[in-house]
Nanobody
């Protein structure tokens, strides 16, 4: 069964950095594209970053381009999101996501709070 477990969130001042991790199991991680989403209070869950199975292609939301980097370690089955120059508007719960056999799977999320 697909399992996604996010970690690495926390409270950080504006301009700071965090690295999120998503430990995965239950599927062949190295064969699947993965994504990070985020959801602020009262808002929809939005795509932040996407990466193909071999890391050959990545895509970012305009709001995080140049500040966030998605990466993966296919040997360890872990997805990462390096977040630099954080802004208060980055405050949200961050989720890793996979669409597998037509179904979306999410982790429990990790809270990121950026103070001004």
């Amino acid at each position: 069964q697909v399992q996604l477990v996010e970690s690495g969130g926390g409270l950080v001042q504006a301009g700071g950095s965090l690295r999120l991790s998503c430990a995965t199991s239950g599927f062949r991680f190295s064969a699947e594209p993965m994504s990070w989403f985020r959801q602020a209070p009262g808002a929809e869950r939005d795509l932040v970053a996407f990466i193909t199975s071999t890391s050959g292609f990545t895509k970012y939301a305009d709001s995080v381009k140049g500040r966030f980097t998605i990466s993966r370690d296919n040997a360890k089955n872990i997805l990462y999101l390096q977040m630099n120059d954080l802004k208060p508007e980055d405050t949200a719960v961050y989720y890793c996501e996979i669409t597998y056999w037509g179904r979306q799977y999410w982790g429990q999320g990790t809270q990121v709070t950026v103070s001004s």
